[in-house]
């Protein structure tokens, strides 16, 4: 473990006093209206903030949903709230409807902070405890004389899943699992003092909150964007001085796909974390002057749980290796250990106390089917190889029984998403007329303005996959249901059962032989 790191604060509000001592006079934040902090000013900022909040009745363990863009009052408020002891509940401001509606009954917030405008969306419940966040910045609040003691396995977050196979559910991070979560940056990557973090992914999610709370531990400084500027991404890294950064989704297909620049060769990136990793990483590094990619594997509940340093050695197609610290068991749909090299979902668990969740909140049930006798069930399908190294196959739930033979949902979206007219897709299990095995079907966003023949799809997929998991039914669909993190919701897609738009490649009499040669029937 890095000594460095095992001897500082656990805790948001340790981290902030720590690095006002420390580095009092240290650039620490840029804000996107261009305002900077040191660390003395960043405490400064988080003491106004909760004194504020404390004068509007907010106290330790109350829940405040915050629905604002990346700005310097998210921080404030963040950071307020965990001076306090509050619980931050971060909400993507673009909800809207049932979808917000179900997540507020479940969180049961005392005050929902947002701004000015949002609130025409509340219904008369949620009015009643919107605040709007100029009000609580500008309120000047007598300082607080003394301060709770926070203890590292005290909640400091609800952080809500991404509900792929259900409803979105609470999960409560106690401040030791949010402070050390992307603490494997500092042993793996060497994240120090003198890097700049270019946060530009939501506060929201964890790819934004996390790894500014590693920049809190380890010294640097962080730049804070409202989103990823992807069409001058180098030219914005470069005039930053960012050091490292995280790309997700498409950003490294779309970053690719344009024309060369100098501003790709000017930055000062060291590294750049990715999920999923580009297509060839090598000539991606090459081309963008990278000296690593690195990635990482972990869920809300449990944390980042395996990881791939941006300058070791890659293994096709791995997602790293697990984290010091943690244990790992993968099983079968009876719970017993699998054999080296055969799939199996993960169970993890901490050797360290409080650096996973401490639950779904206000959901018992689901908690006990999360966590069993100290293991944490992650609902992910990998492998494993002698070397610890481990191979992402599929959501556990999301995985597909045909003919006798296990599919995975991910290779064939994949696939599919590798045709030039297709943008995504979405594979699900459809009921077979026969009863116990699955069909094949995929959900097909196309591109703009193409037109796709779903039996020369057929051909080129039977070119790249075997027999057994090519889809049979096809369906179009103009956008697939995605959660606030973005991930699709993959049942509702399974509850819509197959549309008069669906496309049936067997009603059609195409069949795939054993050899992969596609065929017509008579």
Known sequence: MNEFVDAIPETIPGLLRWGAQRWPERLFVTNPDGSEWNRKQALVEAESAAASFCSLGIGRNDRVVVMLPNSADWLRCWWGLAMLGAIIVPFNPALRGNIFKGIFQTID??????ERGAEDLFD?????????????VAKKAPALETWPEIDPADPAAIIMTSGTTG?????????????????????KAGVGEDDVFMADMPLFHLSGLSPISTTMVAGGRFVLRVAPAVSTYW?????HGATWSYIVGTMSGFLTSKPERPAEKEHSLRFVLAAPLPAD???????????????????????????????????PNSAGRGREGYEFRLVDAEGKDVELGQPGVLLVRSLIP?????????????????????????????STDEDGYFYFQDRAKDSL????????????????????????????AYPSEYGGDDEVKVFVVLREDAFIDWPELVQFLAARMPYFMVPRYFEPIDDLPKTPTNRVQKHLLREKGNGPSAWDREAAGIIIGRDGKVKQSA
Request: glycine share 8%; aromatic share 8%; with cysteine.
């Open 124 to 136: 008369e419940e949620q009015l009643r405890r919107t605040r709007f966040v100029d009000e609580i």
């Open 235 to 239: 030219e914005t890294a470069r005039d």
């Open 167 to 187: 409803p979105s559910k609470g999960s409560l991070m106690p401040n030791r699992q949010l402070t050390r979560q992307s603490g494997w940056l500092i042993e």
């Open 354 to 382: 409080n650096r996973m969740t401490l639950g779904y909140f206000g959901n018992e049930e689901a908690t006990r089917n999360l966590l069993q006798d100290g293991w944490l069930n992650t609902g992910d399908i990998l």
């Open 109 to 114: 917030p005392k005050m929902i902070v947002v």
């Open 401 to 428: 029984r045909r003919r006798g033979e296990n599919i995975s949902s991910f290779e064939v979206e994949r696939e599919v998403q590798s045709h030039p007219d297709v943008q995504e897709a979405a594979c699900v």
């Open 281 to 315: 990483i090598e000539a991606f590094k090459a081309r963008f002057n990278l000296g690593g990619i690195g990635s990482s594997y972990g869920m809300s509940e449990a944390g980042i749980v395996v990881v791939q340093s941006p300058f070791e050695p890659m293994r």
